[in-house]
């Protein structure tokens, strides 16, 4: 079976997170689980890998979880992140603009033009949407909306003066401001989005629940393998929570909108 950490999969910080994988697929195989690739699946599109069956261990969205994947993929557990803009199993975006944008509030750019990674992306779509939706006429509040493919394209977009805010990730931040500064450089953080349950560690629909409860031990006793010290701080984790699905519902019942992105 196959396995894959797609959503900070940095080429910069890749082989702390084939380190990490490594690492897990000796603790699930003393849990019994040993019919698992050692090596992770990278750059392989999205759909394609959630789907499939063959999937046995991954990282996905929140938003994702609980909707176009809620009957393909079943929560794990929830990191806990070490960057600005977490706290425990929470994670928020960070509102960013033009370095010389004249906006101090983000409520304040109605008719504005933004850009997000993707139309089923919480952090970059539907968190910021959320927050802007009751200073929106008509069911819009922005008068166009890109489509960039990705957090790090979106900065870009921004920095270059084609959209005039963006909402990143403040994961993929922090990584990318350790990793990758030019790409920061040009913009400005304006504020936060609202907190959600950080993405999930997550495996098939169709894995027994007692293959999920070893699955859930191997990966707890992963993240408390002091061997990974450092390489969890490179990935600027801290810590593993056991969850399920429904710790995700959240998404749902806080961030439902009516706004349209495209």
């Not at 699930?28 to 392989?44: A, F, P, T, Y």
């Not at 997550?202 to 293959?211: L, M, P, Q, R, Y």
């Amino acid at each position: 079976m196959i396995a894959s950490l797609p959503m900070y999969d940095l080429p910069e910080v890749r082989h702390a997170t084939d380190a990490l994988w490594r690492r897990m697929v000796q603790h699930l195989k003393r849990e019994g689980i040993s019919n698992v690739s050692q090596q992770l699946v990278h750059d392989r599109h999205l759909n394609d890998l959630w789907s499939d069956k063959n999937l046995l261990f991954s990282q996905c969205c929140g938003y994702d979880i609980v909707h176009r994947y809620r009957n393909r993929l079943q929560v794990l557990g929830t990191p806990w992140f070490d960057a600005p803009g977490c706290c425990k199993g929470n994670y928020a975006s960070i509102v960013v603009v033009p370095e010389d944008s004249s906006y101090e509030n983000v409520i304040d750019m109605l008719g504005s033009e933004v850009v997000i990674n993707g139309p089923e992306s919480h952090s970059g779509m539907n968190a910021l949407f959320a927050l802007v939706e009751p200073h929106s006429r008509d069911g819009k509040f922005f008068s166009e909306v890109i489509i960039s493919g990705s957090h790090a394209e979106s900065l870009a977009t921004v920095r270059q003066g084609h959209a005039d805010v963006a909402a990143v990730d403040c994961v993929t931040y922090e990584l990318l401001s350790r990793y990758r500064p030019a790409v920061i450089d040009g913009t400005r953080a304006l504020g936060w989005t609202y907190d959600a349950p950080a993405p999930p560690y997550v495996t098939c629909a169709n894995i027994d629940v007692e293959t999920v409860s070893r699955m859930q031990n191997a990966l707890v006793a992963t993240f408390n393998d002091p061997s990974l010290s450092d390489t969890l701080e490179m990935l600027l984790i801290n810590k593993v929570e056991v969850s399920s699905t429904e710790t995700y519902q959240y998404i749902v019942n806080n961030f439902s909108h009516e706004l349209r992105a495209v």
